[in-house]
């Protein structure tokens, strides 16, 4: 019988068939992928069109979709039998796991006589309807639901198209399979059918990521500052807080730039109270001079060149380094703690500049080398920022000692 | 010919009616609708290109399929509505159906009569309301009445892909006999839509209709 059949298919209907076959599976790509990108669709009907759309269904075509189904499709795998097409729609979180969420698949199976009306009008209505079917569908695995809230925050949804077998167990346990829909045609029988998750539970991979960044809430608790800890994890190191002060907790001390004998301490005005740093105020702000000595301009210059080469080379990258640091350094930059409001009006500026420099010229953990340098005008810029609005943190700093009992 | 028959049976809240009945009957229509057939002559036609629009319903937990024809939808929507008030009236108990008949006209013999109407798929949801007491028990209305939804939905997928009967594409001059062509649109199978309500004394069963018919018999 199948011979019989394949005597009666004409060249031009296998040619027309195997165009119908590819253009199902195109259509069906893109509107499983639409499906899945968080957005309802609406597509106007169009009862005056003069160029007809393929299964009279308006269905958009999103250019890199129609790319990427076309790279798979060409191969003509799909026609041969040998494998399916598949599309895979998976989850990935902010944090980076993935998770499989379901599998579409599209298959050409041997044909058989079926005794139906096989012309090509039937079959190509029919497809119509199997695209309409697979429309509906889309909207109701479970899938359908998770992509309309995915966000950057949370987690978004990815596809990927294949041509081999279908990877169920990806899909974890108890995973289940819709059959959309097949349609016997000469060249063979088209079938749609949906594997998806059912337990939706995931398992997050270890992470290499710093859980360095301390949220508390009890800020004036003083055994539980920031500062305290880092002061406790260098305690193994240092014996005095001037040299604490001096080299990062966890920095590489045999940096050279560090054996330069710059003895001031930073911020010594804000511990005058505690720390005995000698009777001259004055000699401090001598040395805050300090910050345009040729030796610090012929560092700045450099690390400006590093930032433009960076710019140069990574493009767009350089925001989200610049965005890394500071998030990297965060700990860090909390031990400043907003501070202007306690430091002496007088030179608090360079102070700060001084400081940041220095923070920024200490040396750096492996990680963070590649990292570009905040240039000094920007640091200006925002120390600027950061001075007008001194009265608003001299607020929340009053609002915060008058609501807090550990504060005197 | 036999019509092909399918009934959809739901149990869920008064307000939830509309939608879980709007969601079957759309998925069904949009399966059956075409596009405008635009004749070159008598036998050779184009068809034109259907939109689809996804709903999201308030009440359930479920987003549908349906054309995107505004005349189609308020047709549908005013039956609906129809079926739903009376449904949710004091003058029902609760329990009420609704169907979507496809049919055809078939030319009567004589010329004085009205074309004869031959259904040949029916589909009916058969909804009973419930009352649920707080916000807890209407969460859980929502996510059940949404699974039993898409099983339903799935389902109309399954047998519209069977290769059942559908009327043979009609020449020009028999196209109203196949095809609603009223709508500026799309173009569906000529469809009905007739629905019943249960009233709060009479039951469902044969016995009680025929009691009542006697009754009413002996009283005239």
Known sequence: MKKDFKMRLSKNDKKELDKFTKFLALKATEV??????????????KPHATGPDW??????????????????????????????????????????????????CARLLDPYDTGTNNNGQNIYNRMGILLKSLVSVTRVTPAYKL???????SYVICYRMYMDEPLCHCLG??????RVGQICTAIGTVQLSCTYRTKMTISPTKTSRDNSLMLKSDHFNTNLSPRNRRYSSSDDRTSSLSETMKIGAFADRKRKHFEEPQLDLPFCTFFADRISLGDHPEEEEEESDLSTSPKEEDRLSCSGNETTKNKENNGNNVQQQQEMSMVSTGDDFIMVDLKTPFAKPSGEKFELTRFFREWQQAPLLETFKELPPIEATDLQKQLETFESDLNEFDSIVQTLCQSSPNNN | MNARSQVFELTLEGRQADEA???????VLFHRCLGKFLYNNESSYSVSTVGFTDVDCDFIDLTYVCCSSNSLNRQVKQEISNFSEQLRSNESNGSGQISLEFFQRKPSRYLFLQPECI???VWTVRLQLITLENEVERQLCRERVGDHLTDKILYITEVMNRQDYLPKMPSKSDTDLVFDTSLPDVQPYLFKMNYSISGPSSGTSVGTTMRKFIKESLNL
């Open chain 1, 147 to 153: 992509s309309r809230k995915q966000g950057p925050d």
């Open chain 2, 119 to 121: 259904p040949w798929e």
């Open chain 1, 32 to 45: 499983i992928v639409q499906s899945r990108l968080g957005e309802k669709v609406s597509t106007p009907c």
């Open chain 1, 173 to 178: 346990e108890g995973h289940k399979q819709i």
């Open chain 2, 21 to 27: 009945v709007a969601s079957l009957f759309h998925t």
């Open chain 1, 55 to 104: 299964f009279n269904l308006n269905i958009n075509d999103l250019p890199e979709v129609v790319i990427e189904a076309k790279k798979v499709l060409n191969s003509d795998l799909f026609l041969t039998k040998k494998f399916p097409f598949c599309i895979e729609i998976s989850l990935r979180t902010a944090e980076g796991d993935n998770m499989v969420l379901e599998t579409w």
